[in-house]
């Protein structure tokens, strides 16, 4: 569930990337309309938000740093291979 909830904080933080670039093209350095720092403002809660949440499934071990292909600890009679 922790994974999804950063895919789709991550999916945000792009559509909110993309918001802003759409607005500031259209608003061509309009005083009057605001919607490019709304937009910013938006974007940067949304990364404090991600933040947060990774540094939360790291602290509870959620998520972690294995990858896939490690072998894992090693045991004190197991032959390990050395070049």
């Not at 959620?62 to 390990?80: E, F, I, K, R």
């Amino acid at each position: 569930m922790l994974k999804t909830l950063i895919v789709l904080l991550m999916i945000a933080l792009v559509a909110s990337l993309a918001s802003g670039l759409v607005f500031l093209m259209s608003d061509q350095g309009n005083p009057d309309k605001k919607r490019l720092f709304t937009s910013l403002g938006v974007r940067l809660g949304l990364g404090a938000c991600l933040l947060l949440v990774i540094l939360y499934g790291v602290i509870t071990g959620q998520l972690g740093q294995q990858n896939p292909w490690d072998p894992g600890p090693s045991t004190p009679g197991q032959a390990t291979i050395q070049d």
